[in-house]
């Protein structure tokens, strides 16, 4: 599977759009870009995925390069409840048992 | 709601002892994972199971670990002769692999060892 680099942490205000940035300079065409997030002491929660195309949902957006090298995941209006760990996570379309590797993360703080 | 769910969600146990917990995927997801995670970092796939069959298991999988899904249904995770090193949240999650559904993988909240 391909690797991600994310940054450890970020903090953003409450209120204002959280832009998390992922790179998957290796990434191949037959993978998907996932993002979870884990909020302290619960389990990982799916947000969104995307292939080539950006995606929306009532969680957040998803902005692919075209060159599909890095991707931005963005809060549109962060809340303190937002403050968890985001992974970033590519995984074949198919094959791999849809198994997840995650790797550590970033964590995003959102304050008042 | 029906989600994942995981018993116990502490066991604090001394080393040596053998340890089990057990997992409820949500009723109609046909694939079942296992991950554990430590401090500060990410979950690590331990295995997982399509139907009763264990597809696949992690080198992290020692011969102490064993996993079992015998109906297709709920699983158990069971760790003989636990080492301080076990200490950490075993995590479960089901998806629905086939026809509809994302794919996407449905966490449970963890059961957290700790071995003394």
């Known amino acids: 599977d391909a690797k991600t680099t994310q940054p450890p942490s970020m903090d953003c205000a409450e209120g204002r759009a959280a832009n998390l940035p992922c790179n998957h300079s290796?990434?191949?065409?037959?993978?998907?870009v996932y993002w979870y997030r884990q909020i302290h002491s619960q389990g990982p929660q799916y947000i969104i995925h995307?292939?080539?195309n950006n995606e929306t949902n009532e969680m957040a957006s998803l902005i692919i390069t075209e060159d599909r090298k890095s991707s931005t995941l963005i809060l549109p209006h962060a809340t303190l409840r937002d403050t968890a760990v985001y992974y970033c996570i590519v995984r074949p379309i198919t094959g791999g048992g849809n198994k997840l590797t995650f790797g550590t993360g970033t964590q995003l703080k959102v304050e008042l | 709601d029906t989600g994942v769910s995981q018993d116990p969600r502490h066991k604090i146990t001394k080393r040596g002892q053998n340890v089990t917990f057990r997992c409820d995927p949500i009723?109609?997801?046909?694939?079942l994972y296992w991950y554990r995670q430590t401090l500060g970092q990410g979950p690590e796939f331990l295995t997982y199971f399509q139907n009763e069959a264990q597809l696949e298991k992690s080198r992290l999988l020692s011969d102490r670990f064993s996993a079992e899904r015998p109906k297709g249904s709920f699983s158990t995770l069971e760790i003989q002769r636990t080492e301080q090193g076990d200490s950490a949240m075993y995590l479960c999650?089901?998806?629905?692999?086939?026809?509809?559904?994302?794919?996407?993988?449905?966490f449970g909240e963890g059961s957290r060892l700790t071995v003394l």
């Open positions: 995307g292939l080539k």
């Open positions: 009723s109609e997801h046909n694939r």
């Open positions: 290796t990434i191949s065409g037959n993978e998907y």
């Open positions: 999650a089901s998806s629905l692999h086939g026809t509809s559904g994302t794919g996407e993988l449905f």
